[in-house]
């Protein structure tokens, strides 16, 4: 059983043209088609939880949106993407503990 902590955070696309998503600090790069959203899920390593954050201590992630893109800065060890029905999107190794999305 996974002791540690869990985060997701839902990112809609509302425009009418692909967003582009960074993940980092893994600079791995997708696209949010138009009209549709994607889950990124990320595991805290530490037993009580809590997370290292970027530019506070204790977020799970840190956003920056431009008007094409977004970044997302995940502060656990993994990270992984579903689609908002809980489909894995990003089916690579990252060695989480818990791959499932509804996790």
Not at 23 to 49: F, M, N
């Amino acid at each position: 059983m996974f002791a540690g902590g869990t985060a997701r955070l839902v990112l809609s696309n509302g425009g009418e043209a692909p967003l582009e998503l960074t993940v980092e600090p893994w600079a791995d790069l997708y696209r949010i088609p138009p009209k549709q959203s994607c889950v990124v899920v990320t595991h805290s390593p530490a037993a009580d939880g809590s997370w290292s954050g970027t530019l506070r201590v204790d977020e799970p992630f840190q956003v920056d949106h431009r008007s094409d893109s977004v970044t997302v800065w995940a502060n656990g060890d993994c990270f992984h993407l579903s689609d908002a029905d809980g489909d894995v999107i990003d089916a690579a190794d990252r060695h989480c503990p818990a791959r499932n999305p509804a996790s």
